[in-house]
């Protein structure tokens, strides 16, 4: 029994040690998009956005609901820290190409 108690801690371990660090998310801004356009992460966790900019010019990430705006400059990439955060939809847009959009999901 006592096996069994400590084998399912170290389970419930692993996996709450899993959803604390997701790891990086990749997103990359090429022809004026970004590649995905929609990222998912788990709610509750802090992630970090790793974001390339593969244009010729410089783009900027940004984002009212996310509180964060970054210039990314043109072959560069920066990274952006965002969480916790509660289930939703965070939006995010080149401030230089308005049109070019993406979405944070949180599950």
């Known amino acids: 029994m006592r096996s069994f108690a400590l084998a399912a801690l ?3 371990s692993a996996s709450v040690g ?3 660090d997701p790891g990086p998310v990749s997103v990359t801004i090429r022809d004026h998009a970004f590649v995905p356009a929609e ?3 788990p709610a509750g966790a802090k992630v970090e956005l790793s ?3 593969e244009q010729p010019t410089p783009a900027e990430f ?3 609901s996310l509180h ?3 210039i990314v400059s043109p072959g560069g990439a920066i990274s952006v820290y965002v969480g916790p955060l ?3 939809r965070y939006e995010f847009f080149d ?3 308005p049109a070019t959009r993406g979405v944070v999901v949180v599950e």
């Open 68 to 70: 964060r705006e970054k």
């Open 51 to 53: 974001i390339r900019n």
């Open 10 to 12: 170290l389970v419930l």
């Open 86 to 88: 509660t289930p939703g």
């Open 18 to 20: 899993a959803m604390a």
């Open 39 to 41: 990222v998912k992460i």
């Open 95 to 97: 401030d230089f190409h």
């Open 62 to 64: 940004e984002s009212a």
